[in-house]
């Protein structure tokens, strides 16, 4: 009998490339999504890597009685890893109440569920927004939590800070924050990847519809970093590397294996790159020249931050494995099979 994770936020970037990543070790899943910043033609993408179409469920996670519903026919769910959320900061900083409703209120009715109907393990997306401008690098997960920069990073630490309380009073409960550095990247098959909605605010994205010719050049926000070459470090990672550590998160909850109720783990590569040399790998991975222009710093950006991945790579045992030049060679991939079906993608 193949164990049952729910997967909230499925159809969405992460949640997807997790979605295969489950499948492909064995378990069911079932999807929530609200279709919100995403698509439904996902489970098909879903389904032609691992010849499983995910069952999926579309409602929004705040609205209680359909939540009820759902959990009453889904009593068997072995854990549930919480995608499902609004996630773009400039928009945060703009409509901060739907970010406070939708992002805190979800939660709280999955984990009320998760007490009513006796499921024990979730998984939480949170995020290395919670760490702020570090101090000191790399971040570790002992790293002081800062004041958040946007009202999705103080989501973010709210919602870990839900999960710690609620644990606190139901020791039936175990939970695992992924605190993600920057996700980047697309399957090999490319065709699960970013969706692109809109003008992108992430790097990446914005560098592949560049290199396409959808956006006249690249803005490098701010050359006057005290950082090697003067523009931003991050510490960028293979959504495929970052799917697998949910894998291995939800096992190490189902057979036991934590140390504690509640766990914090950073998943990153452990090394940071420069806007600049993002670029470079760009460049050299795919043979396509990118026209960019340096411009003034993007408010809220902070300078530098990379990961300390020593307690994810001895405790889960997980590490990342897929380079910079891999990276943006299948964010490539995914741009150019983006294209090839543009009347799909782009209305
Ligand atoms: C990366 C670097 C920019 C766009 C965000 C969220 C964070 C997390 C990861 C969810 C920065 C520079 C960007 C552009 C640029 N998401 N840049 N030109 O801001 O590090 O983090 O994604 O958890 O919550 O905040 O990612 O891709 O926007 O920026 O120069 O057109 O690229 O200044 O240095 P960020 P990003």
């Known amino acids: 009998m193949k164990e049952k994770i729910l997967v909230t936020g499925g159809t969405g970037y992460i949640g997807s490339h997790t979605t295969v990543e489950l499948i492909n070790n064995g378990f069911e899943v079932v999807i929530i999504d609200n279709l919100s910043n995403s698509r439904e033609d996902v489970l098909e993408g879903i389904k032609k890597i691992t010849g499983t179409k995910p069952e999926f469920a579309k409602f929004d996670l ?74 000191k690098l790399p971040v570790t997960e002992q790293s002081p939590i800062l004041p958040a920069e946007s009202p999705y990073g103080n989501t973010k630490q709210i919602c870990e800070e839900i999960l710690r309380d609620t644990l606190h009073s139901n020791d039936e409960l175990n939970a695992i924050s992924l605190r993600y550095f920057n996700p980047v990247g697309a399957h090999e098959s490319a065709v699960i990847g970013e969706l ?103 408010a809220g950006d902070i300078e530098q931050v990379w990961a300390d991945t020593t307690f994810a790579n001895e405790e889960l045992g997980w590490k990342a494995e897929l380079d910079i030049r891999t990276m943006m060679a299948s964010a490539w991939k995914w741009q150019q099979y983006l294209l090839e079906n543009k009347e799909k993608y782009f209305d």
Do not use: W
Request: glycine share 6%; net charge neutral; aromatic share 10%.
């Open 196 to 298: 692109p909605l809109g003008i992108p605010n992430n790097l990446i994205p914005f560098i592949t519809q560049t290199a396409a010719g959808m956006r006249k050049e690249l803005s490098v926000f701010g050359h006057d970093y005290n950082t090697p070459d003067g523009t931003a470090v991050r510490d960028y990672i293979h959504v495929v590397d970052l799917a697998k550590a949910h894998v291995v998160a939800v096992e190490r909850m189902i057979n036991e294996r934590q140390k504690a109720h509640y766990e914090v783990f950073n998943l990153g590569t452990g090394n940071g790159f420069t806007v600049l040399e993002v670029i470079k790998a760009f460049e050299s991975s795919t043979g396509v020249k990118l026209n960019y222009k340096i411009v003034d710093r993007r």
């Open 62 to 135: 705040c609205d209680t009685d359909q939540v009820e519903n759902f959990f009453k026919k889904h009593q068997d769910i072995k854990a549930i890893i919480h995608f499902a959320a609004s996630k773009a900061v400039g928009e945060s900083v703009e409509k901060p109440l739907l970010y406070y409703r939708n992002n805190l209120q979800s939660l709280a009715n999955i984990l009320e569920m998760m007490g009513k109907y006796h499921i024990p393990n979730i998984a939480f997306s949170s995020s290395c927004t919670v760490y702020g401008q570090p101090e």
